[in-house]
């Protein structure tokens, strides 16, 4: 089993930062996938950005730019630097590790962009 806590999200205004953080623990193995996905109110949750363990990551298009995912295979951390935010990009993020065949889910993080 494999354990997700999310730290870091929280109400900002439009154009601000916010850093979301997620520490996995548990069976870990090193050929894994990290990530963070978002579901705003009313609409399917969708993928924000993922990193392979050699630092490649892949974003969705809307947040291109303006969000930089990171991690550390050492603490098994993965990071979510999110700036200039728009009232869009509001939504419970929800981080995930895939390895082998099995998908974990974080408890979610609130982020609200509103003025």
Not at 60 to 77: E, Y
Request: aromatic fraction near 8%; include cysteine.
């Amino acid at each position: 089993q494999v354990q997700l806590v999310e730290s870091g999200g929280g109400l900002v205004q439009p154009g601000g930062s916010l850093r979301l953080s997620c520490a996995a623990s548990g069976s870990i193995v090193s050929i894994n996938v990290m990530g963070w996905y978002r579901q705003a109110p009313g609409k399917q949750r969708e993928l924000v950005a993922v990193v392979m363990p050699g630092g490649i990551a892949n974003y969705a298009d809307s947040v291109k730019g303006r969000f930089t995912i990171s991690r550390d295979n050492a603490k098994n951390t993965v990071h979510l630097q999110m700036n200039s935010l728009k009232p869009e990009d509001t939504g419970v993020y929800y981080c995930n590790l895939a390895q082998l065949t099995y998908s974990y889910w974080g408890q979610g993080t609130q982020v609200t962009v509103s003025s």
